[in-house]
């Protein structure tokens, strides 16, 4: 069975498919067009994906036919079209769990830089622009006590809320498409609707799984509702918000301030103006960027692979139906 991979894994993965004695294909460069792209899953029955440059929809599926697995190199997929998948009896793999920790290790970290303005004063010392001690200058928050509002309460989600309430004892409230009985008895959260979290949260992150009814969900009419103090913190997906719309709320000082680890668009252009201001920090999607997360992943996709050529379930699948595929 021949199995492209478009980019770079660690070798965890690549043994593992080597000593199932799969047939790695391997492009000749990694910036490829979307014609070249197509050209190498054309000449594969299954991909290892890294990265959502393409989309793999309706039409992929026509322009390559001989495609019957994809194992993703990421939880999210939402680039992918899942029925049109389903329908075509081909089995989409991703890689959960893994890097839980490490995504919501970002999500802390963000939210600690954001409430005490590190990447402002950060530049300032860079500049040698530290300036005589001034009582009143770009004042940070603390976080103790505070409420801690997570909309998508799963495995990542989970975690950034037990740091925050072990670290600086933050009541947690949260919003799913339904109840986490887990986080309920574990951590004493509390289910609230969307309007509540907006309303309620001290601190928003963002952890659900991106949907097409989520495209900037987070736009003015929300931050507008949001508390004064607000920080907004968003590791999961950049359409999940509306840029501009946070752009002119933290102005507009609607919210109080923004950590971001994805961007609508992304990547961000460097002069984009949010980035300019004193209670922002933006990371260039680093979630996952741990060695053990990132070797995780390699491990969970090429098992994904691995079990999909000995005609097995993919343990890891986000259309588990398609058990049984045909080689």
Not at 201 to 225: G, Y
């Amino acid at each position: 069975m021949k199995v492209f991979i478009n980019k770079r894994i660690p070798e965890t993965g690549i043994k593992i498919l080597e000593e199932e004695g799969l047939e790695i294909i391997f492009p000749q460069h990694e910036n490829l067009s979307h014609e070249e792209w197509l050209k190498y899953c054309q000449n594969a029955d299954a991909i290892l994906s890294i990265g959502n440059d393409f989309k793999y929809n309706k039409g992929f599926f026509e322009a390559c036919p001989s495609i019957k697995a994809i194992a993703l190199y990421s939880v999210g997929f939402d680039h992918v079209d899942i029925k049109e998948a389903s329908q075509r009896n081909i089995p989409i793999g991703n890689t959960p769990d893994v890097l839980s920790k490490a995504t919501s290790d970002v999500a802390f970290l963000l939210m600690q830089a954001v409430a005490r303005r590190a990447s402002y004063n950060f530049q300032k010392v860079k500049e040698g622009n530290w300036g005589a001690f001034d009582p009143l200058h770009a004042l940070g928050q603390e976080l103790y006590g505070k409420t801690l509002g997570i909309f998508g309460l799963g495995r990542i989600g989970f975690e950034m809320a037990e740091k925050s309430q072990k670290a600086f004892d933050m009541k947690i409230i949260y919003h799913n498409r339904h109840p986490n009985g887990e986080a309920e008895k574990e951590l004493g959260a509390t289910y609230v609707s969307f309007e509540e979290l907006i309303k309620n949260s001290d601190v928003l992150s963002v952890h659900a799984n991106f949907t097409p009814e989520h495209q900037e969900l987070f736009n003015h009419e929300v931050f507008e509702q949001m508390k004064t103090n607000a920080i907004f913190i968003n590791t999961a997906r950049g359409g999940f918000h509306h840029q501009k719309d946070l752009y002119h709320a933290l102005v507009k000082k609607q919210i109080w301030g923004a950590g971001l680890d994805v961007t609508n668009p992304e990547p961000m252009m460097k002069d984009d103006p949010i980035l300019e201001l004193s209670s922002v920090c933006v990371l260039p999607h680093i979630g996952s960027a741990t060695i053990e997360a990132r070797n995780g992943m390699a491990k969970l996709a090429a098992e994904n692979i691995t079990a999909f050529s000995k005609g097995q379930r993919m343990p890891h699948c986000a259309n588990p139906e398609i058990y049984s595929p045909t080689l």
